[in-house]
């Protein structure tokens, strides 16, 4: 999985009722744009992530 800052990270419910957690990433610490990502998540906490395979990376809109 790689990212660059600016990207979306979403982690997926594991279980029936979860919800699914949105956060944008604000540094990437790995080599190559790999993880561990520093997330900003919606409700403004920010945590170091080694995502999963409930997570997926949306790429940010970047423009031409």
Known sequence: MHATVGDRLVVH????????????????????????????????????VFPGPDAVVVPAQRGS
Not at 33 to 44: A, I, M, N, Q
Request: glycine share 20%; proline share 8%; no cysteine.
């Open 13 to 48: 419910g594991a279980v029936v009722g979860d919800h699914e957690k949105h956060g944008v990433i604000v540094e990437v610490r790995g080599p190559e744009g790999g993880p561990p990502f520093l997330v900003r998540y919606e409700d403004g906490h920010e945590a170091l």
